[in-house]
Every structure is written in structure tokens, then in C-alpha cells.
């Protein structure tokens, strides 16, 4: 007991502060990417933590009491619980283990505990893949895992230069990297992250959402995140062309649109018109089960179904990167049907709302228009009253299409598409929003097509009698720029929208295209390695059938090659440490036959001394044997050189 009171308080000599130091540095290189996801008072906390144990190892003071550490644990498990009502779960288990890890720095008191803190830091460097899986992440990460096991090799083996610390650890991680690849390649997959739970694990995706509503839209269109990438078989479609069909939405209620029937099915009818575009869509994850593709597509993708809307759908939510095959016909008719049942929905409209708008379109259709007549009114007012096309349009009050036609005139793609829609219902003629993307932008490194956030777009379609669906986008009618240069041409300079999406500079644009060609590669090689991908390589392999018993036998297999190579490489440099140590025993041996024996206590230097001095004729002789000996044996920069040098000095000597 009173050892245990004199360790709290003694002061902490035990560690040196440079060991120290370099502790701390790996530790916060693990820590600092989980700062942008930790609640304020945590980092801190932290930072507090950190700053206090640097003061007490400079002053060389005593450590905190153990009741003082009880403290500010319970306060510390108090304030996650009440920050995420929880200490379950992805979020507050990081918090938790961050509290931790930094509160731990107080009690450290001998090298055990700091390779208990190493050891701790490696699993939390793997908790900041929850969060993100990009390339820098990967590559802090993999820093981290040199510093931190620099910090090992460090407290085991004290009195090293940092260069030779930082050497080793480079060498030890150079030589897990053959096995880390054969482990990625050939260990079974499962489809999704291993973090997939709890549900928590897919915070803060972005993308288009199962409702609409003023203002939804323009906020994603802020956005410069990547919602999907896109390769072509050839020569793509004229920018006026891409729409990437998404959720359609036919309820209304004033405020809100939602969406309508969806029954699957698992063939797509329509008239096309044209030749097809075959392409691959390579999908960021967006929590929810719509696939995108060019409207209209031809195909449906494996696991997957279509509405009678045809909007695509995966059987179960996209939570991580998906790739699918695709074709699409960009000219096509989809359908001239005229079921009651079927059209009824389009001509839903809340009652009592938006009086005026529905005067103007009844207007339109008196006299017996024709529906295509009607709509080519809407458009023509659109163009000529004075709209606006903006990012901060003002807000709406319950009249929203009344206000925003005879007032505000002022919208994004969604109070367009949403008025225009009820303006035709109002007119009798059935319609229905369309939401998804317009746009994109080839990548001239990768010839890749990367469609962002800030392209989410909204337009129409309309029924007409022997035509079916048609599309009609009344934001083109207001800002042509919009469908034929994307967003940044088409809206205000002091509208808010992404750094790169106004630069002009051709070297920043180079430098984007270059970035976004290798954060690609990463997910299509790295992160896009799925069960599929998997079978795909393992086949080509040779393995017709690759069965989870037959990937574990050549797991097994691979991995013990890796190791037998790995032990043949370092038994040839014992066998080289060998050579040395029999070169020295025989220079030992023909100096014991003159009557100068080693003794069992005495070191290489000081033997050296001794005999030189004994034989001053021969002293240059036996010190240079001596330095090579000894360069060899302990020394960082020993070579091949040096060792033909000692075993020719070896030879030749003679007393």
C-alpha cells in the first residue's frame, strides 16, 4: 500500500521526455482527423489533457492523484452519455475511447503503460475509417502507424537516434505490406463496411431526399460532394442531354411533395428512339434505394427493380459504393397510355391552396387548348414576366406558388418545377416532379463523368394524349445557362455555391482533375473491392469456384509463402551477423595462441586497447579490425564493404 501511494506521488523520471514526446506525437496524429466529429468540450478536454502532461514532464512534477483521475473519468462518461444519450454506438464509443486514451497520459509512469497507450492509439487510428475512407485519411493513417510503432521500438530498445527508430518502423511496415496485400486480396469479403452497425455509421451522407419542399434543392446545390461517377462506351451526350433520373414525386400538400406508387417491376416499357448510350455508374452512398441512370433507362441492374415511373431501385438501402451497368436512350416516347386509374394521381391537388394560380392556368385551358398548347403557355410565361433564377430565393408563406408566381419571381430548379406542375393539374392535364441531376463534368485524366451535389436538379413531366409522358423543365425556359453550363453559369455571382465550381484558374482546375483521378482509382481498386470484384480476380486466378473454403486454403497457403520468404530473408542476415561474429572469433583465437586472451568479462573496445597496446608494432592492425568488428556488429551504416575489408585484415594478420 505505501508503494502504491509513493508511485502517485513521486515524480514521473521513469519515461524520458523525448520518449515522451514522441508518444504524444502519435498519439495526436491518431486523435486530430476524430476533432471534427468530437463535441466541443471533449476536444477540449483533450487538448487540456495533453497541455498538462507536457507541464508536468517539463517540470518534472508528480502526477495527478488517483481520486482526481476517478473524477475526471465519471465527469468524462457523464458528459458523453448526456452529449449522445448513449455510450453505445459508433459516435460515443469514440468519444469514450478518446477520453480514455487522453486521461490515460496522467497515470503513465513507466514504458509498460506507453505501449499500452501505443497499442491503444493503433485502435483508434482504425475508428477514423467510421468516418472516412479516402485516400488522405488512409494516408494519415498509415503516418500515424509509422510514428506510433517508431514510439515502440523506442521504449524498447532506449538510447537509439530517431532516424535509426523511424528506419526500423519503415522496415517493419514495409514488411507487413506483402501480407497486408495477400490478407486484402484473398480474406473473404462481406458486402458493405464492417462498420455498417450500428445505423449511426452513416451520418452525414449527402444527397437528394425522399421528399421536396422550397429550398431543399438549392442547399444541396452548395454541395461540391460527389454523387455518382460515370464512364461511357464512346463519345457521351450533349450536356443538354444528361438527365439523371431520380425520385419522382406526385403528392401534394400545399408545401411538400411526396412520392406515389411504388410497385416493382423488373422490366422497363417504352418507345425508343435513337441509338443507346452504354455506360457505367459508379455510386456514392446516400442511405436511401434509387439508382441513377440517364433518363430513360433501357436496363435494370442486378438487385434491383423499377416503378411504373420508372425509377430504379436497389432491393436494400446504397450504404456503401455501388457499381452497375447501364443503357439509357436519351430520345424515346414512354408511353401513350390513358388509364384513369393510373393518370388520377397526376391530378391531385390540395384544396384551397394557390387560388390564383389555378384562375391562371383554368385561363389556358379554356377554349379546348391542346395540352401541348397549355404547357408551351406555362414555359412563355416563365420566360417573359421577369423570373429569376437564384441559390436565396426568399421563403414562401402558405400560398407558395400563388407567391412565388405574382411575387417573389425569384426560385431554384424546385419552385420552377413545382409551380409549372401545379399550374398543369390546375389546367387538367396530368404531371408529376422529377428529381435527380443535370449535368456533369468529363475528368480529361481519367475520362471519367463526375456529376456533384450542386448539379441536383428538378423538372416536369406532363401527360398528353398520344404522346404519353413528355419532360419539360421550366427552369431551362428561365436560365438556358442552367441546362447548358451547369449551376455556376446560370446563377448570380454573390449566389453561395462551391469554391471550385466559379474558378477560372486553369492550374487549380488541372490540380482538381488530377486529385479527383486518383480519389477514384482508390475507389474503384481499394474501397470497390466487393464480394463481386473478389470473384472476378479469384477467377481469373484460375479458381472456377471460389467457395469461402477454397479462398481460406489459399489464404492459408499464401500467407505461410509470404512467412517462409520472410524467415529465408532473415536467417541470410543472421548467417551475415554469423560470418562476422566467426571472422572475430578467429582474430580471438590467433591472439589467445600468443598468450592474449579475451577474458569473459571484457568487451570488444577494451580488448582491442589492451592488445594494442601489448603489441604497439601491430596496433594499427588490430584497431582496424577492432572498428570494423565493432561497425558491424552494433553499428547503423555497416555495408559489404566493411565486411570484405575485416575479413581481408583477418587473413593477413599475423603476430
Not at 502507424?145 to 515502440?152: F, G, I, K, Q, R
Not at 406515389?260 to 452512398?285: H, K, M, S
Request: aromatic share 12%; hydrophobic share 45%.
Amino acid at each position: 500500500m505505501r508503494a502504491a501511494m509513493a508511485s502517485d506521488t513521486a515524480p514521473n523520471t521513469a519515461i524520458q521526455q523525448r520518449h515522451l514526446f514522441w508518444l504524444l506525437a502519435g498519439l495526436a496524429l491518431v486523435i486530430a482527423p476524430h476533432m471534427l466529429n468530437l463535441p466541443w468540450w471533449l476536444n477540449l478536454d483533450a487538448c487540456i489533457v495533453f497541455a498538462w502532461r507536457i507541464y508536468l514532464t517539463l517540470g518534472e512534477r508528480v502526477l495527478p492523484k488517483k481520486w482526481l483521475l476517478a473524477l475526471l473519468v465519471a465527469g468524462g462518461m457523464l458528459g458523453v452519455y448526456l452529449t449522445y444519450r448513449t455510450i453505445f454506438g459508433r459516435d460515443s464509443g469514440v468519444a469514450l475511447l478518446v477520453m480514455f486514451l487522453s486521461l490515460k497520459l496522467l497515470e503513465l509512469h513507466h514504458p509498460r503503460d506507453a505501449i499500452v497507450l501505443v497499442l491503444l492509439s493503433y485502435f483508434l487510428a482504425l475508428t477514423n475509417f467510421f468516418y472516412s475512407q479516402t485516400l488522405p485519411t488512409a494516408g494519415l493513417m498509415l503516418v500515424s502507424a509509422l510514428v506510433n510503432t517508431a514510439s515502440l521500438v523506442n521504449f524498447a530498445a532506449g538510447g537509439r537516434s530517431l532516424q535509426a527508430n523511424l528506419k526500423t518502423s519503415a522496415v517493419l511496415l514495409a514488411q507487413a505490406g506483402p501480407v497486408m496485400l495477400v490478407l486484402f486480396l484473398l480474406f473473404p469479403r462481406v458486402q458493405g463496411p464492417l462498420w455498417g452497425l450500428p445505423q449511426d455509421a452513416y451520418s452525414g451522407v449527402t444527397g437528394l431526399s425522399d421528399s421536396m419542399s422550397p429550398g431543399l434543392i438549392s442547399s444541396l446545390s452548395q454541395s461540391d460532394a460527389i454523387a455518382f461517377r460515370v464512364r461511357f462506351q464512346g463519345v457521351p451526350p450533349p450536356r443538354p442531354q444528361l438527365y439523371w433520373r431520380g425520385p419522382v414525386f406526385w403528392n401534394f400538400d400545399g408545401r411538400t411533395w411526396r412520392p406515389g406508387d411504388r410497385r416493382a417491376f423488373t422490366q422497363i416499357r417504352f418507345e425508343a428512339l435513337g441509338a443507346p448510350y452504354n455506360y457505367e455508374v459508379t455510386l456514392e452512398p446516400h442511405l436511401h434505394n434509387w439508382l441513377f441512370a440517364l433518363d430513360l433507362a433501357a436496363l435494370v441492374p442486378p438487385d434491383a427493380s423499377v416503378t411504373p415511373d420508372f425509377v430504379l431501385l436497389a432491393r436494400t438501402p446504397v450504404r456503401n459504393r455501388l457499381r452497375y451497368e447501364m443503357r439509357s436512350y436519351t430520345s424515346f416516347a414512354e408511353g401513350a397510355g390513358d388509364d384513369a386509374d393510373e393518370l388520377r394521381p397526376g391530378l391531385q391537388l390540395p384544396a384551397g391552396f394557390n387560388p390564383r394560380a389555378r384562375r391562371l392556368a383554368q385561363e389556358w385551358a379554356a377554349g379546348g387548348a391542346t395540352g401541348a398548347a397549355i404547357a408551351q403557355k406555362a414555359l412563355d410565361y416563365f420566360r417573359g414576366q421577369g423570373f429569376v433564377y437564384t441559390l436565396q430565393p426568399p421563403l414562401l408563406g402558405r400560398d407558395s406558388v400563388d407567391e412565388f408566381l405574382f411575387g417573389s419571381k425569384r426560385g431554384f430548379c424546385e419552385h420552377y418545377a413545382s409551380s409549372f406542375v401545379f399550374l398543369m393539374r390546375s389546367a387538367g392535364l396530368p404531371a408529376r416532379v422529377v428529381t435527380g441531376y443535370q449535368g456533369g463534368e468529363i475528368n480529361p485524366v481519367d475520362q471519367y463523368m463526375i456529376v456533384r451535389q450542386s448539379d441536383a436538379h428538378a423538372w416536369a413531366e406532363v401527360w398528353l394524349e398520344g404522346r404519353g409522358w413528355v419532360r419539360y423543365d421550366p427552369t431551362a425556359a428561365v436560365s438556358p445557362a442552367r441546362v447548358e453550363s451547369g449551376v455556376a453559369a446560370a446563377v448570380s455571382a454573390t449566389d453561395p455555391l462551391p469554391l471550385m465550381a466559379r474558378t477560372s484558374l486553369t492550374w487549380l482546375r488541372g490540380l482538381r482533375y488530377n486529385w479527383d483521378a486518383l480519389a477514384n482509382k482508390w475507389n474503384q481498386l481499394v474501397l470497390g473491392y466487393n464480394p463481386e470484384r473478389q470473384r472476378e480476380f479469384l477467377s481469373r486466378l484460375g479458381m472456377s469456384e471460389p467457395s469461402w473454403q477454397n479462398m481460406a486454403l489459399t489464404l492459408f497457403w499464401g500467407v505461410g509463402g509470404l512467412l517462409a520468404l520472410l524467415t529465408a530473408w532473415l536467417l541470410r542476415r543472421l548467417r551475415s551477423a554469423d560470418r562476422v561474429q566467426r571472422l572475430w572469433l578467429r582474430f580471438c583465437a590467433r591472439l589467445e595462441r600468443n598468450g592474449c586472451a579475451r577474458a569473459a568479462h571484457e568487451g570488444p573496445a577494451d580488448f582491442i586497447e589492451r592488445t594494442a597496446a601489448r603489441y604497439p608494432a601491430e596496433a594499427g592492425r588490430i584497431r582496424a579490425i577492432g572498428e570494423r568488428y565493432i561497425a558491424l556488429r552494433y553499428g547503423e551504416h555497416a555495408d559489404a564493404r566493411m565486411l570484405a575489408e575485416l575479413r581481408l585484415l583477418v587473413r593477413e594478420f599475423r603476430l
